[in-house]
T-cell receptor
Framework: QKEVEQDPGPLSVPEGAIVSLNCTYS??????FMWYRQYSRKGPELLMY????GNKEDGRFTAQVDKSSKYISLFIRDSQPSDSATYLC??????????????FGTGTQLKVEL | ETGVTQTPRHLVMGMTNKKSLKCEQH?????MYWYKQSAKKPLELMFV???????ENNSVPSRFSPECPNSSHLFLHLHTLQPEDSALYLC????????????FGPGTRLTVT
């Protein structure tokens, strides 16, 4: 079983739709939960991160974590064509020597159509 | 230059070649990372350096050899690679202690022929 499972898509939605992206994980030791966005030919960029169960909102984006179910979600409201990208969930463990170890899902490719 | 830069952006090498990938961060961070991104697979952590010391080696084959001469520079030395090593190699940096955001470079697209 993979430590992090994510549906690779592709997911195609019309402009203005609400998008729901999800990941499940198996390692209960993960401490932080992140969503990265990666455009074609670019490195991933951090969208949001959360530590505890619950919701965190930032503009059109809402991240949700349910530690009891080992399930995280990202919701995008009023989706725009510029949101078309690959969305990667990631889970973090802090390393005792410094830095932190991220474990990623495979990424979900999203296309928002006009 | 700002953020995290990587050179070269594209590299084609034969299986008997030796080459190096370079990463430089301009963010004042003290932790640096190498990741491998293959098609249809998750981003895989390869190495972590904190204050120029290697703190994590994620069971990477010895044909990949990292080097961190200072907190701003990270290299990945490659030798006798296999075609399955063809991938996008991403460098990232962050502050060291505790949880901090990792900032990624644009990656080096490596093709092994």
């Amino acid at each position: 079983q993979k430590e992090v499972e994510q549906d690779p898509g592709p997911l195609s939605v019309p402009e203005g739709a609400i998008v729901s992206l999800n990941c499940t994980y198996s390692n209960s030791a993960f401490q932080y939960f992140m969503w990265y966005r990666q455009y074609s030919r670019k490195g991933p960029e951090l969208l949001m991160y959360t530590y505890s169960s619950g919701n965190k909102e930032d503009g059109r984006f809402t991240a949700q974590v349910d530690k009891s179910s080992k399930y995280i979600s990202l919701f995008i409201r009023d989706s725009q064509p510029s949101d078309s990208a690959t969305y990667l969930c990631a889970m973090s463990l802090i390393l005792t020597g410094g830095g932190n170890k991220l474990t990623f899902g495979t990424g979900t490719q999203l296309k928002v159509e006009l | 230059e700002t953020g995290v830069t990587q050179t070269p952006r594209h590299l084609v090498m034969g299986m008997t070649n030796k080459k190096s990938l370079k990463c430089e961060q301009h963010l004042g961070h003290n932790a640096m990372y190498w990741y491998k991104q293959s098609a249809k697979k998750p981003l895989e952590l390869m190495f972590v350096y904190s204050l120029e010391e290697r703190v994590e080696n994620n069971s990477v084959p010895s044909r990949f050899s990292p080097e961190c001469p200072n907190s701003s520079h990270l290299f990945l030395h490659l030798h006798t690679l296999q075609p399955e090593d063809s991938a996008l190699y991403l460098c990232a940096s962050s502050q060291g202690e505790g949880f901090y955001e990792q900032y990624f470079g644009p990656g080096t697209r490596l093709t092994v022929t």
